[in-house]
């Protein structure tokens, strides 16, 4: 379905970069997307709605800062869920359709964590997803405090789709970034039934999702290299 090319779904992670669709101009311009396409695109989203929100009656400069911080962190939740009950969904193993969706969705970035084309999301699914978010969001909060929490919600999308990025192909140097490497490494190779939170573990914290102890890997994947060991 959905013009997928026939594919197995390898019992241990690969490298490399598959095929994904059998219709050559969805491959190559709507499933391959790099970081600077998302920053093309959200960052003067970003912008624009930030300025709206110093600019409307009653905000000021302080009050859309400090919804542009309510916005990131409403987006720290939002970025936990949409990963543990959306990306990591379980399809019924009798159903074409739902397998094809958990491959589509996130399954394909599991089989190929290191595929520097598929990790960060494709506008064709980001696009309607912000608007559908942000009517949403327009409905509950009231034009008044929309656009700077909604500005604060697309700073936080980016700040996972670069921060995801560059755990898989970057070599991190701070201390916090190493823990953001770790802790999503730990989720591809040993528990991927946990630490959902990409940008911050702080609702796997609070759900509990963030085991004590590390499992050991399958497969000798334990340890996964530093991405300048990669050639990516």
């Known amino acids: 379905m959905f013009w997928l090319q ?32 998302v920053l093309v695109i959200w960052v003067p989203v970003a912008l624009w709605f930030a300025l709206r929100a110093v600019r409307t009656p009653g905000v000021g400069l302080l009050g859309a800062l400090a919804l542009l911080l309510g916005g990131l962190f409403a987006w720290t939740f939002l970025e936990y869920a949409a990963h543990r009950w959306a990306f990591h969904f379980r399809p019924d193993p009798g159903s074409e359709l739902q397998r094809d969706l958990s491959f ?11 595929d520097p084309d598929r990790l960060v999301m494709p506008p064709i699914l980001s696009v309607p997803i912000a608007i559908a978010i942000g009517f949403a969001m327009r409905a509950v909060t009231g034009p008044k405090l929309f656009p700077g929490l909604y500005s604060g919600l697309i700073a936080g999308y980016l700040w996972y789709d670069m921060t995801h990025y560059a755990v898989h192909h970057l070599k991190q140097r701070t201390a916090f970034g190493k823990l953001q490497r770790r802790n999503h490494l730990v989720h591809h190779f040993t528990q991927p039934e946990a ?25 000798g994947h334990a340890q996964a290299p530093e991405p300048g060991a990669e050639g990516s």
């Open 195 to 219: 630490r959902y939170g990409v940008t911050t573990p702080l609702w796997d914290l609070f759900f509990g999702t963030y085991p004590a102890k590390t499992k050991a890997a399958a497969g």
């Open 6 to 37: 026939p594919h197995e779904r390898p019992t241990l992670p690969r490298r490399g970069s598959p095929r994904m669709f059998r219709v050559d101009w969805i491959e190559a311009y709507l499933s391959r997307v790099r970081p600077w396409h």
């Open 104 to 114: 589509l969705i996130h399954g394909v970035h599991h089989d190929w964590p290191y």
